[in-house]
């Protein structure tokens, strides 16, 4: 088991994840409080991607040889509670599972609450070369509330959402962040399950990473309704990039 380097980014400080530490097998991180909003007006489900694979991501890594690096290929999300701004998750924690390559873990309340639970399954890759991340600027209002569209940079282009993969969305990889794309995925779902009538909230996430998505690429989401029901909607969201698929996303609300 390796001890691990904290390569901070772009994403974290846009979403207040930080206090990624390590004890044993066990990696933990933190979120600032702050309200999120999806497209149904609700605490969006999709912010919390960037907490997730963070969290994850180093439980996977924690297992490979030191050095080593991962990134994600798949990522889940599977609301326990419903999510509420009055009590929002605030810690992550997470271990890797059956010996490696995927990590389970919990996203907990304030009152350490299991909010959801999530798991990743990685990949092993190249090092993150020595100085590569950023952490920025920016200082997000804890209080306002704040659109994920907007947070993230999702634009509505006739039937399909946008995005362009600017700096301040990339992984230490210099990468679109694996949380970021899931975040994006699960914003687009809402918006078209919003569309269709549904009040229906999400209550799980589930995103394959399929090819990387470069700095300066363009990812366009289109959102296919799988089954629109009373009590449970299902919604496929496919993000291509140059025609070719980035990553698939599987979006249940029920």
Same mark, same amino acid.
């Given at each position: ?27 933990? *991180?933190?979120? +600032? $409080? ?6 149904? @007006?609700?605490?969006? &489900?999709?912010?919390?991607? #960037? /907490? ?88 997000? *209002?804890?209080? +306002? $509330? ?6 993230? @940079?999702?634009?509505? &282009?006739?039937?399909?959402? #946008? /995005? ?88 249940? *609300?029920?």
């Amino acid at each position: 088991m390796q001890e691990l380097t904290i390569v901070t980014s772009e994403p974290d400080a846009l979403f207040g994840v930080g206090g990624i530490h390590q004890v044993g097998p066990t990696v933990s *991180a933190t979120m +600032e $409080p702050r309200p999120i909003l999806g497209a149904d @007006g609700r605490a969006a &489900v999709g912010a919390l991607g #960037v /907490l997730a694979d963070n969290t994850l991501g180093y439980a996977v890594m924690a297992a490979l040889p030191q050095g080593a690096w991962s990134i994600s290929t798949e990522i889940w999300i599977d609301v326990i509670e419903p999510l509420d701004v009055r009590r929002p998750v605030v810690r992550g924690t997470a271990e890797v599972h059956h010996g490696g390559g995927l990590s389970q873990g919990a996203l907990l309340d304030a009152e350490g609450r299991v909010v959801a639970e999530c798991r990743q399954r990685g990949r092993e890759v190249e090092p993150v070369a020595p100085g590569s991340g950023a952490r920025s600027s920016i200082q997000p *209002a804890a209080e +306002e $509330p704040v659109d994920l569209g907007e947070l993230v @940079g999702v634009r509505r &282009v006739a039937d399909r959402h #946008v /995005l362009e993969v600017e700096p301040i969305l990339l992984n230490p990889r210099d990468m679109l962040h694996g949380g970021i794309s899931l975040a994006a995925s699960e914003f687009a779902a809402t918006a078209s399950r919003v569309e269709a009538g549904s009040t229906l909230a999400t209550s799980s996430v589930h995103i394959v990473h399929t090819r990387g998505v470069p700095r300066d690429a363009t990812i366009t989401f289109e959102s296919i309704t799988r089954h629109s029901g009373r009590t449970l909607w299902v919604t496929e969201v496919v993000g291509r990039v140059d025609g070719k698929v980035a990553t698939v996303t599987t979006v249940t *609300a029920g």
